[in-house]
């Protein structure tokens, strides 16, 4: 049995991870940690969870994780670095479902989330938590970094192809069209329902903080940095992510060529399903921890589609993966 | 004050034409024409129209056209053919708002479209309705064909940027989201509330029938056919269209250049608003015939976005645009 | 030419009020004021608007009100009296689209708003804006007060048949469905899309606001105060509200009794549309001034259903209707 | 360990039973059966099953029965009788989940649902399965009629109130609001998403088939039968029953007396949650089987609001609840 507590219970992440949790059987949920929400208990703030868990949530004290095997950190970015110290100080394995420890370069991290990180040396210690490409690496971590919900919809399907060389590196497109359980619970203007509804809107073009974290693993997984455009757009679903990929290929490359390669990488793996011509639609992985692609060929070009659900494979399922792994559990136990 | 007639009234374009129509201070409403509402009155079959439209759907007949000046054609591809013929031979104007006359060889018709065209001589005659790059030829047209909706999503951002030669045609990849609007009444499983809600789902990637309009369009006003991917999807919005544009350019391609390119051409073009680098949003264009467009640059990279109303801008609205043209009206008549 | 200003432009209200005034052909746009968004042109903050009105946001002034024929407020309720005030001691009229002149007593209106009401005795000198039931009193009126949006879809159906004593009066039940748009331009966690989509939930349930002015209504209008309930619920669409009332009447009450009594009041009010037993649906009055009511009997109960747009014929629309009395116009004078 | 077959796997309530039963430690999933699905695989039919379960689909046949303790019967009312009548004679037990053996009257039924009972006698041996209020019956039942979504929200808050005689049984208002997947996969116009979104109606207001199943188990289980109204409406979510319900009390009662009673009755019932004076929201029920009810009294006023997830509580999962009493499981197994 595995003690995990949680840093952020409050969000929409959060909540999943506690669903997810409460299934799973070789888990017991020991301490809620949250900053404004202290004092309450977990369904107060989730009342979803009434009659099915009723801690109390308590400000994050490092004595607190005495007893704690795991500690899941699903805080806003900048706000994971300090108590991610403390856990890895105290010997407490962390899953951290921010963006935190994603990147390896300071600057870089930076420039993109707008402010300094007060842990560089941890950032190097963390692993990149994509349990289909980095098993190895997962199992013996003390600190996971859990892919973002946007590079998760990209590098599973890029990575194959770009390893095996199959797409030309010089220019892929990728747009991303995601639910707005992705942007937390944030209050602005302009994320309430009149705002969104019946609308779309592109935001962070060129700009996202997810760029940096795809280039950095498309190179590590995938052999190779491409050039590439990300836009991701918001739409008004609550949940999923649809991402769209764009890219040349030689004139001899078929249907069969790609197939083979997907059949060659995730053929065993139990959380990305491959669908061949047939189109992904989101309605298929919500609620649920797989990533369904599919691919379309025009010409030479190629057109790779995937889809998510940003909270579960895009956030807390990926979570319970990883600390299944690192548990030594199936990686899929909790999870189907 | 100019004699209108619709052949199709009982769908959504049909409806959202009525409605234009019905503001326009230089239009008579004649006959209204269908198949399966025959019979009906206008405002059982479009109950919003109660009390402001209550004329009788009739079969069409070609003597019915007797005093229309001109006949607006809103039927599926297809269907529109014999009736355009009719007209045509009475002398009687056209604007066709469905795809039936928008390409001009018909092999190709009929590897998009899967049936064979009946008037491949008139198709030779029509006239692209798209107000902004065409306007000489559509004062004297007889038979219009009225813009796609995507094509009018694509065509206005992207023509001055490849005219003026600023963005490589070796790849433009175009990634569409519509609102099911655009689908019209089709009743089929794939279309109900509870398929389409929470959902998104790509369809017709690389086969879609708009794809050689655009083709043919781009290179007939934009001077060059670029090798380009178009993958449209469907969203849950009912109305709207989003298209993300992703091309390269080089590297001394900067805002100022292509700001400049898009004022050149559009300043006097009072239904595309050039928004530089803000974000086109989907909700400040419904119910309205603008189309926005917006772009952003990373590197040597360009990324457009545009957005329209699809029953609007990319249906009724242009239609009313070029009837204005027709007829000597200012082209925004009825229309702010 | 009458010329026109608004305070509160930044609101949704503003926003359908300008877009209706512009289409106005007796209306010119004078100022537009606000508070948080003194200094930004009106197409910043509604970006919709942009190339068709440009002015700039003012903080409000008395003095700017020279020129000015008719004030619009369209502010939260409690932030209209002063202005109110102001406007009447320079001789302009007034159309409150607020609830701070509608109800006639102090302490009510304290025990349902939450504050004091400053200015009495002009409360008691405001004209409740319901143009089907009060045109005498409208086009006479210095200060209007536009009625609720709940009101107007609760009060249209049920003054004529409380007046013609067809349903009892003892136990009355009112359920209302509104979509966002109704909250304005509030921000809060309760309001953001993850929150609301896919989400239904009743507020303020016999403690709302609007509870007084139909109790206030109900008497003047309909000549009797029902015991009556009243349940407004917060649903997932932007525009409309649906209410549902049940009620008794006696036994030898038939369809045709009802037909009657809705005949002999709204046949020649053009924006009341009466469809006998069919069911109305809020897909058919969005973005009109239409309220349409249908009924239902079973037994001796009587169920109600009415439909408006909560932003046109709930505000911003029925203004305008209460305009064109006071100043001779036809009432459906840009409307239709 | 139960072996379970399904007819009318291809529905909306076979997916949501497809997926609880395989979370259920005690369950092995049989056979399938469908109609016009037959010879497809249930992954194809349901592509968010896929990697999950891929059994073939086959049309049913009694001889199929054989190894099967428990045949789930989820087709539309009037298919169901010949198949539960063969499973009855094989001495399979049944659970029904749409509206074949709720009601007791041949009568009634053919005046509801517009077709002849081919199996009245078994109409009688049938066992309404609201395990809130029918344990006993249940555990011993061979047929289980299980309740109608719209049912299963007014019964829950409404049998209590009234058993107490707490409410007025003279004049009983209730409204309800429903998704789009209460409707199952029926495709027709007024279905499309273009249709349904961002509009709400009411639809066979006094005339639904839930009526005389809602006044025939208030009668049978509050020991009175009211008079009362039921409004259903369609409303643009996928998941989720809103029901208010005004009723009268006398000026005594207090909301103390509400919660005791409640408390009374539902303490120690996993699946009802009473949220005492705080408002339901659908949200917090969806994919859930808990029914959650919260009051609010205004003089001598009542309004109750409960909500259910109508694929759960409203069909699937109070299915496998009354599973769970038949073969002894606790009945929250698989459900929590």
Known sequence: MV?????????????ELI????????VKIDKLFGHST??????EVHPSLK????????SFEAESLDGTDLLFVALPSGEAQSIVAEAFNKNVKVIDLGGD????????????????HSAPDLMQKAVYGLPEWNEAEIKNAKIIANPGCYPTSVLLPLIPLLKEKI????FISINSYSGTSGAGKSVNLSMIFSEVNENVRAYKVGVHQHIPEIDLYLQKFGDKTPDFTFAPHLMPITRGIYTTIHCKTDSSTGFANVEEIYEKYYSDKPFVRFLGDQIPEIKNVVYTNFCDIGV?????????????????????GQAVQNMNLIFDYDQTTGLL
Chains 1, 2, 3, 4 share one sequence.
């Open 3 to 15: 003690n995990v507590s949680i840093a952020g219970a409050a969000g929409y992440s959060g909540a």
């Open 19 to 26: 669903k997810l949790l409460l299934r799973h059987p070789g």
């Open 38 to 43: 202290a004092g309450k208990r977990i369904d």
């Open 51 to 58: 009659s099915t868990l009723s801690k109390e949530i308590a």
């Open 101 to 116: 420890f994603r990147l390896k370069d300071v600057n870089i991290y930076k420039k993109y989330y707008k402010h300094e």
């Open 167 to 170: 797409v030309s590196p010089d």
């Open 296 to 316: 379309a060929i025009t010409g030479d070009n190629l057109i790779i589609m995937s889809v998510i659900d940003n909270l579960i494979k895009g956030a807390a």
